[in-house]
């Protein structure tokens, strides 16, 4: 037992970054982060995007309402030219005769709830008005004898008056009292279009249009003075005590008394705003954390989280561990006592919390999302300035957010946020739910090597059957391959992956095979005289990344360039000393050409010193040989996790080790993942660690006792920027999902081999078969 954790000490060291006069590479041989800090991630919570490949009927989005009614919660959502949606236990609703509700098929723009049971929707032919009663909704036009009361952009209730609405046309703007309507008037010079926002707030009433902001004084409007001039076009007004924030084409602003201005998110035309947390001070400061639930009195963490008291306990055990860290970083061997001390406190703290967690199956605890000012874009995407005093920006290519343009947003009490957009549906950020997992149902009956989802099949690699493919939607057999049904073909298959250009390719015994639409075909490689031959050894990785490039590693005890192969269009080729040599012995375009197919200048973060070949291939690669495990592509170098826990990048220049102060011991690299944001975690067999680009951070160990080992890992589907693992111990094994600084584990009665994941369905294969469990 002391030896053992005498080993694990040097687990606990990889937080320390590594020092500047380290000769292995480390840290500070990356490039540099012109950013002060990466950016903020969401890690609480999960995304769900809702579009019409999963059953929404209609993906342009123009506004959205939550109301609550007779114990339910509806999503009223408005449409382009569609009419309305509304969303009900888990279903999407449209307009019928006989169904949940009947309306016109035009464009909603605008929702506003009445009371209880009622609510307005603005549409280019006027207003609607939605009653509810016996589990349905009807609607009756209103201000039907008002002819101006058309192109309705949007509605807002009068805080003091709730009898009273304000209108927002394309034309003019007014208040509707029951089926009265009452024009504003304007200055006779003025010719204002466009009105879309309109509102009252502690510092009046103001209309927003292509003009700018404009205050409603009686019964007529006064058109911008002063600073409030710059605002530009206002899309969205929202109130927050005695200040009223402002969405326009020239970004957000708040105004404040005396008509001050403050800039909040300039420059980026915004479209929408929503509070699922009011700030009590400026958002545009180096601190803006005071904020304040809408819910009134209820606190921001709701009074029942089964975790408040672990999360203090939680804050003090990190910083102890870093300082503990800081004090054995220039050691070999840790002090013993304090290691016995430090791994008893974790294993205690997660103790605790797998006790809290076993008390919570088939309940429903949620954990609290970020709450904050939600402002959508015009083609920027979504931002969040949270209570946490961080600012997110969350887009099409970086979130699970469908489209860079937003159009909507609408939040709940407990920080829910719905997110329309222009042509890609919606986004739902919710509560995650901690226990109230199914039981364990068997899929498939076999020797799996790895699990995966691609698409929408569960792909299945097995030690001597080949690979099974299933449809996730009904979870049932797509095709069953095997080398007696395709020539060739693996009996044991190590991985697969989709490009994209929809071609499937899977490794295993036989190399590389790659199924495009359905001719299957063998990938030949080239040997070390270059010649190309068939491939004899087991390919056990493959990856591709955004540039369509193929990395494959035939795993041995060799070094890494004679394991590492990509495909350069035809073959499967090495960047080796021999290749190198062969470059330098060539001549003109063809040598240019091949420069580039490999990747040794312009493509990396370096370039291979042909002024100096003899130096540069001798020391090709640093670090002991070791078989590739894991393998991912940046736009800087080739990053490879090996089987004795070190990790190696291809840099342009040469294989380079990296060192261990740097990357830590987390023991044989099984994974390598790149998140929206751009932080890549690494996962050992040991531990866990995520690197920003240039520090190494460990992850607090999921372990809970003795055999424990790491297996595999995915990404959650629900929210990428956490992750999931699964997990052997000498008393089975199980997963766990991590999100704000906990795992919670599902423990089996089986070693967990691999893992993956399909929304709420997560797969695990085992010695024995495939399983699942809906979360």
Same mark, same amino acid.
């Given at each position: 037992m002391r030896k053992c954790l005498l080993a694990i000490a040097f687990l606990l060291l990889l937080a320390v970054q590594s020092q500047a006069c380290n000769p292995e590479p480390g840290p500070q041989h990356f490039p540099v982060i012109t950013e002060l800090s990466p950016p903020p991630r969401i890690v609480s919570g999960y995304f769900s995007v809702y579009n019409s490949l999963n059953g929404l009927p209609h993906n342009e989005i123009k506004s959205i309402l939550l109301f609550a009614a007779d114990d339910k919660n509806y999503v009223i959502v408005g449409t382009i030219g569609h009419g309305l949606m509304i969303f009900d236990d888990e279903i999407w609703h449209t307009?019928?005769?006989?169904?949940?509700?009947?309306?016109?098929?035009?464009?909603?723009?605008?929702?506003?709830?009445?009371?209880?049971?009622?609510?307005?929707?603005?549409?280019?032919?006027?207003?609607?008005?939605?009653?509810?009663?016996?589990?349905?909704f009807t609607f009756e036009q209103v201000a039907t004898g008002h002819h101006e009361v058309l192109n309705v952009n949007a509605i807002s209730q009068h805080p003091d008056e709730p009898e009273k609405f304000l209108i927002a046309c394309d034309r003019v703007a007014g208040t509707l009292i029951d089926t009265s309507f009452t024009a504003f008037s304007m200055p006779e010079h003025l010719d204002p279009s466009g009105f879309s926002a309109i509102i009252v707030s502690d510092l009046g009433s103001f209309a927003g249009c292509n003009g700018g902001l404009f205050e409603i004084s009686g019964n007529g409007l006064l058109p911008p003075s002063g600073t409030v001039k710059e605002i530009g076009w206002v899309n969205s007004l929202v109130k927050a005590g005695d200040r009223l924030f402002i969405a326009s084409s020239n970004g957000v602003t708040q105004l404040m008394e005396e008509d001050k201005l403050e800039s909040v998110l300039p420059g980026a035309w915004s479209t929408c705003l929503a509070f699922s947390a009011m700030p009590q001070e400026a958002l545009s400061g180096k601190d803006f954390k005071a904020f304040e639930n809408t819910g009134g009195s209820r606190e921001m963490l709701q009074e029942d989280d089964p975790f408040e008291s672990l999360r203090q306990q939680h804050a003090t055990l990190q910083r102890d561990y870093a300082e503990y860290t800081r004090r054995f970083a220039d050691q070999p061997i840790a002090d013993p006592g304090a290691v016995d001390q430090m791994y008893q406190r974790f294993f205690d703290f997660y103790a605790a919390m797998d006790a809290i967690n076993s008390g919570l199956r088939g309940k429903e605890v949620k954990v609290p999302l970020l709450r904050g000012l939600w402002i959508g874009? #015009? +083609?920027?995407? &979504?931002?969040?300035?949270?209570?946490? /005093?961080?600012?997110?920006?969350?887009?099409?290519?970086?979130?699970?957010?469908?489209?860079?343009?937003?159009?909507?947003?609408?939040c709940a009490e407990d920080g829910e946020t719905w997110v329309g957009t222009s042509g890609g549906g919606l986004m739902r950020y919710h509560s995650r739910q901690i226990g109230g997992k199914g039981e364990v149902r068997n899929l498939l009956t076999c020797q799996p090597t790895r699990i995966r989802v691609l698409g929408d099949m569960l792909a299945i690699g097995t030690e001597d059957d080949g690979m099974h493919l299933y449809d996730i939607k009904s979870l049932s057999s797509y095709g069953h391959f095997t080398h007696s049904t395709i020539e060739g073909f693996h009996q044991k298959v190590t991985d697969f992956i989709f490009d #994209? +250009?929809?071609? &499937?390719?899977?490794?295993?015994?036989? /190399?590389?095979?790659?199924?495009?639409?359905?001719?299957?075909?063998?990938?030949?490689?080239?040997?070390?005289?270059?010649?190309?031959?068939?491939?004899?050894?087991?390919?056990?990785?493959?990856?591709?990344?955004?540039?369509?490039?193929?990395?494959?590693?035939?795993?041995d005890d060799d070094r890494v360039y004679n394991q590492v192969h990509f495909f350069d269009g035809n073959l499967l080729v090495r960047t080796d000393p021999a290749a190198v040599q062969r470059i330098l012995e060539a001549t003109g375009s063809a040598q240019l050409e091949s420069i580039k197919t490999h990747a040794l200048n312009g493509v990396y973060m370096r370039n291979f010193n042909f002024a100096s070949a003899a130096a540069s291939l001798a020391a090709f690669e640093t670090g002991d040989s070791s078989r590739v495990t894991a393998l991912l592509n940046t736009e800087h170098y080739l990053l490879v996790g090996l089987e004795n826990g070190m990790q190696k990048m291809f840099d342009g220049e040469s294989y380079k080790q990296l060192s261990k102060q740097g990357t830590g011991h987390i023991g044989a690299i099984a994974n390598l993942f790149r998140l929206p944001g751009g932080v890549i975690v690494v996962q050992g067999s040991e531990g866990i660690n995520e690197f920003d680009g240039q520090q190494y951070k460990l992850i607090v160990s999921p372990a809970t006792g003795p055999?424990?080992?790491?297996?595999?890992?995915?990404?959650?589907?629900?929210?990428?920027?956490?992750?999931?693992?699964?997990?052997?111990?000498?008393?089975?094994?199980?997963?766990?999902?991590y999100q704000e600084s906990f795992w919670e584990k599902f423990y089996t009665t089986f070693p967990v081999i691999s893992m993956a994941q399909a929304d709420r369905i997560i797969f695990l294969a085992s010695p024995e078969g495939v399983s699942y469990v809906i979360e």
């Open positions: 307009a019928s005769k006989d169904g949940l509700f009947n309306f016109p098929e035009t464009t909603v723009t605008a929702l506003v709830k009445i009371n209880s049971t009622s609510f307005y929707a603005g549409t280019p032919a006027g207003i609607f008005k939605a009653r509810y009663s016996g589990g349905r874009t #015009q +083609d920027a995407g &979504l931002v969040l300035f949270a209570t946490n /005093g961080r600012r997110y920006h969350l887009a099409a290519d970086n979130s699970k957010l469908p489209a860079d343009h937003v159009t909507a947003l609408a #994209q +250009d929809g071609r &499937l390719w899977v490794t295993g015994d036989k /190399g590389v095979f790659v199924l495009s639409g359905k001719h299957w075909q063998q990938i030949k490689m080239v040997d070390d005289k270059n010649r190309k031959v068939d491939q004899t050894k087991t390919a056990t990785n493959i990856i591709i990344d955004s540039q369509k490039r193929i990395f494959v590693a035939f795993a055999g424990f080992k790491i297996t595999d890992m995915c990404l959650d589907q629900l929210n990428p920027e956490t992750y999931r693992i699964s997990f052997s111990s000498s008393q089975g094994g199980g997963y766990s999902r």
